[in-house]
Each structure stands twice: as structure tokens, then as C-alpha cells.
């Protein structure tokens, strides 16, 4: 950013011109300009900037002028698919205050408001003619002479013995001193949508890129590493996550193509190759929400565990944890994750189809856990089903899947599977799909959560129900009079963004 000085005002040789001291009303009307403009050519020693180069007054700053058009990139940025950083050079305007340097500190905190609030750009410049002085910099909306100034912000200046009068500056802004979204507006074509979020994962920034984005794709991914610090590489997804292993296709956007990366959530540290796994960081309160069901001794089942989200926290909170992903990569990375985090002799890990694990590993703990000293338990049982996608078809592994005679419905295990919905009621909707898969209604014993909006129209949601005695067990009857199975309480609804 280079700032080139103007001095508003009169060279140091003049300093009595109080006869032509320009007014608010005369800096916002073009015929009082030009007025002023006569008066000033007749007065002995001042030159006008085409003369001496040293005056210049402030321009109209038009009423609809906003800080989106002055402080915006250049407009000829316009469909560039290559990024060219020194097409984005831009000189504006700025008024700016000439003050004592000892005195910048003090007078800043009473200047608020009349200060320039732009993020990367310093309020307070050295002064090229006084090494003395410094320059504050106005917010060229509401400061245009001194005048401009409200009735305490003088009073603050007449102590300090700072003249109140504004000069101007010519002020170079460059591709560094735009944010994204600034950048993207300019450059993609008008009206279309602009990307400026994306999903962070570690040093990977992840885009969902819509079709007329395509074209800049390159260009936004280099945006998105150079606006966003510890971002060094960008990848746009090519496909849905539809295949048997949860991840999906990539494009490097820009950047490195390294996609081992490191994150943080909750606390907790998680390392994997996200090219071949499924994280997603917009689901770290839904992973804490479930976190703070279980109390320490409960029992946890991760049917879809992925890198270990929910079995780790759980698993800290001294939970026995049994975590299950199909997906080779996803069950070597939670192998590792549970070191990582010192909690791998707390989680029993598995590399099993969803159903394979609960006709199998799940269904024996389950045999035990129900089992003849099942009275003396205490504590819960929770199965988590992350696969929105499917997870509900998962359900039809519940059905008969225990031997012997039910104990107290109380020790039940409580589950909570997740779904998408586009429907207009998607709580309903999902209790409905759920209960079919079961053959039993839901809607009186369980509880929806809205975990997040996926898509316009589409809902991520969490149902949560304890399994009843006549789905879980051999040869019972779905109205066993013994075995009412006590309604889960119904939770807050939110939104996780």
C-alpha cells in the first residue's frame, strides 16, 4: 500500500486564508465549489494543484457512493479466469488529520468515530513532510472538512492544540488490501453468487463450487489461499458423497496437493489423509451434543465411526467405546487418532460392514450388557449412526436381534441415527421412515434433532429413540404389557452452521 501525499490546505508560508475556510454545505454542492474555487484563484499566493501541485480539495463524495464501490477492486478485474495481483492497483481519496505523534494514542480513543474502520489499512501513516507529525486517516463518509467534526471530537482537538483542519491523501490500494468476497465480486460475472466460505480442514480450505463458478475455479482457490492464513492448499468436491467408503472425488483448486492434514475440534487432535476419508468440521457441536449425553461408565456404539469424532470425546470421558468404519483408510486412521489422543485402550476398534457389526460385536456386548446381572447396572447404552445417506435402512439389524427373555426396558440401548430430509416437515418425515424400517411408530417415543441445513430444501436430523423389547428380542410381541418402553425426552432444536 503506498500513500502518496496531497496536503489539503495552503503551503506553510500561508496560514491566514480564514476567509476561504471551506464549509460543510460548500464541499457537498458542486456550484459552491466552483464559487470557492474563484475565490481561492484570486487570493495572492495560492495555487491550485495544476499550478503548484501542492493544493487539492476534496471532491464531491456523491451521497450513494458506498464503501462497497470506493474501497471495491478495479472494474476492468472483470472476468479474469487467471489471477493477475497487480491488476487490483486502485487510488482513492482519503481525508486524513495532521496531528503531534506524542498525542496519537490519546487522541485515537476519542476519535472512534470519525476514524477510517477499514480492516488492512493502518488509521495512523507517518507524515512524509514531518517526521514530527503524524496522519490519522478519516472515514471519507462522514469527515469532509472541519466542520465535520462533532462538538466533543473539537473540544478533544482544541485541547490537545490540534488544528481541525483535513487534508487529503491519494491512497494506492493493491490486491492486498481486498478481502475475498471483494475480489470474487469484482471478477465473476454480475448477479452470479459469489464463494468467499468453505469448509476448513486443517490447511485444506474445501469448496462446494457452482456451475457458473466453475470457469474462475482456479482463480478463487489461489483467493482463498492468499486471504486466508495457514490455508496452502484448495479443493473443489467433483461428486457426492454416495460410495461405500463415505469419501468422494477432488480437484486441487490451487496450492500443494498434499492432503494429509491435522485438526483440532473440541480439544481433541485428529490426523488423517482427508482425500480418502469423510470429516466434515461443521458437525464439531453435533459430535459434542451427543458427548455430553453419556456419563462416565456408559457404553457407546459408533456404527460409522469415520476418524473417530464421537468415539474419542466419549472415550476420554472414561466410556467404554466400541467403534466400527468400513472404510480401510477411516479404521487405520482411527487406530491411530486413539493413540494420538491416549485413549486406545478405552476403544476396541472394528473394520466391519454396519450390519456385520451389529449382528456381531454389538450383538454379543449386548448379550452381556442385558444379561441375567443386567439389574445391577447402572449405566447406558448408546448406538450413534452417522451415515445420514443410510443409515436408516441400517435400522432392520435391530429386528430379533437378541436371544432369552428382555429385562427392564430402562437398559434398553438408546439409539441415534442420522438422515437428510427434504420433505416440509422433515422431523415427521424421518419418524415415519424410521418406524417403517422397524415396523413400530416412533413418533410417541422419540426425540428429533435438527443438526444442520445441508442444501436449500435439505435437512441433516437426528433421531433418537430407545429400541423397544419387541424389536430387539426373539419371539416377542410388539403389545407386551410388560415391557413399555418409557418415552426419551425431547431436545432443543437446533442448527449447527
Same mark, same amino acid.
Given at each position: 500500500?503506498?500513500?502518496? =501525499?496531497?496536503?489539503?490546505?495552503? $503551503? ?12 460543510? $454545505? ?6 459552491? =465549489? ?14 491550485? /494543484? ?14 450513494? +457512493? ?81 466542520? $465535520? ?62 456451475? &457458473?463458478?466453475?470457469?474462475?475455479? &482456479? ?59 469423510? =470429516? ?52 487405520? =486412521?482411527? /487406530? ?37 446381572? $443386567? ?107 410388560? &415391557? ?6 425431547? +431436545? ?6
Amino acid at each position: 500500500m503506498r500513500i502518496l =501525499w496531497r496536503p489539503f490546505g495552503f $503551503s506553510r508560508k500561508l496560514l491566514k486564508v480564514e476567509s476561504c475556510r471551506i464549509t460543510e $454545505s460548500e464541499s457537498l454542492i458542486p456550484l459552491a =465549489w466552483a464559487s470557492l474555487i474563484q475565490k481561492l484563484s484570486r487570493t495572492p499566493g495560492i495555487f491550485l /494543484l495544476d499550478q503548484r501541485k501542492r493544493f487539492s480539495t476534496m471532491p464531491e463524495i456523491e451521497t450513494h +457512493q458506498r464503501d462497497s464501490e470506493l474501497f471495491s477492486p478495479p472494474s476492468d478485474v472483470r472476468g479474469m479466469t487467471e489471477l493477475d495481483r497487480t491488476a487490483f492497483k486502485k487510488t482513492v481519496t482519503i481525508p486524513v488529520l495532521k496531528v503531534r505523534k506524542e498525542i496519537v494514542n490519546k487522541l485515537m480513543r476519542s476519535l472512534k468515530r470519525a476514524a477510517l474502520q477499514r480492516p488492512g489499512i493502518k488509521r495512523v501513516i507517518e507524515d512524509p513532510e514531518d517526521e514530527e507529525s503524524r496522519l490519522i486517516m478519516l472515514d471519507p463518509y462522514k469527515m469532509f472538512t472541519d466542520d $465535520s467534526f462533532e462538538k466533543g471530537e473539537l473540544s478533544i482537538l482544541k485541547q490537545l492544540n490540534v488544528n481541525p483542519q483535513i487534508s487529503k491523501y491519494n491512497l494506492e490500494l493493491t490486491y492486498e488490501n481486498f478481502k475475498s468476497e471483494e475480489i470474487l465480486k469484482a471478477v465473476l460475472p454480475e448477479g452470479q453468487d459469489v464463494t468467499s466460505g468453505f469448509s476448513r480442514v486443517g490447511h485444506i480450505a474445501h469448496l462446494n463450487l457452482r456451475d &457458473h463458478q466453475l470457469p474462475y475455479k &482456479h482463480l478463487i482457490g489461489q483467493v482463498m489461499i492468499d486471504k486466508n492464513p495457514g490455508i496452502t492448499s484448495a479443493v473443489n468436491k467433483i461428486n457426492n458423497i454416495d460410495n461405500t467408503y463415505r469419501n468422494f472425488q477432488m480437484e486441487v483448486l490451487s496450492g500443494e496437493e498434499n492432503m494429509m492434514t491435522k485438526v483440532r475440534e473440541n480439544n481433541y487432535t485428529y490426523e488423517f489423509d482427508f482425500s480418502k476419508v469423510y =470429516w466434515n468440521p461443521r458437525l464439531s457441536t453435533e459430535h459434542s451434543r451427543i458427548t455430553e449425553l453419556l456419563k462416565p461408565g456408559d457404553v457407546l456404539f459408533d456404527v460409522f465411526a469415520g476418524v473417530g469424532p464421537f468415539a474419542i470425546p466419549v472415550a476420554k470421558k472414561n466410556c467404554t467405546v466400541f467403534a466400527n468404519d468400513l472404510n480401510p483408510e477411516s479404521h487405520k =486412521w482411527l /487406530l491411530h487418532n486413539c493413540k494420538l489422543n491416549k485413549v486406545d485402550q478405552k476403544v476396541k476398534v472394528f473394520n466391519l460392514d454396519g450390519k456385520d457389526f451389529l449382528q456381531g460385536p454389538v450383538r454379543e456386548e449386548l448379550m452381556q450388557q442385558l444379561g441375567p446381572l $443386567s439389574k445391577e447396572r447402572k449405566h447406558s447404552v448408546h448406538i450413534v449412526m452417522n451415515l445420514p445417506a443410510k443409515a436408516i435402512e441400517f435400522l432392520s439389524a435391530f429386528k430379533s436381534l437378541l436371544d432369552g427373555q428382555p429385562c427392564g426396558s430402562e437398559l434398553f440401548p438408546i439409539v441415534h441415527c442420522y438422515s437428510f430430509s427434504k420433505d416440509a416437515n422433515p422431523a415427521k418425515d424421518v419418524q415415519q421412515r424410521a418406524g417403517t424400517v422397524l415396523g413400530i411408530s416412533l413418533e410417541a417415543c422419540s426425540s428429533v434433532h435438527l443438526v444442520r441445513n445441508v442444501a436449500p430444501n435439505k435437512e441433516m436430523l437426528c433421531i433418537t429413540f430407545r429400541i423397544p423389547a419387541a424389536i430387539l428380542y426373539k419371539n416377542q410381541t410388539l403389545n407386551g404389557d410388560n &415391557h413399555e418402553d418409557p418415552p426419551i425426552k425431547r +431436545q432443543r432444536t437446533d442448527k449447527d452452521f
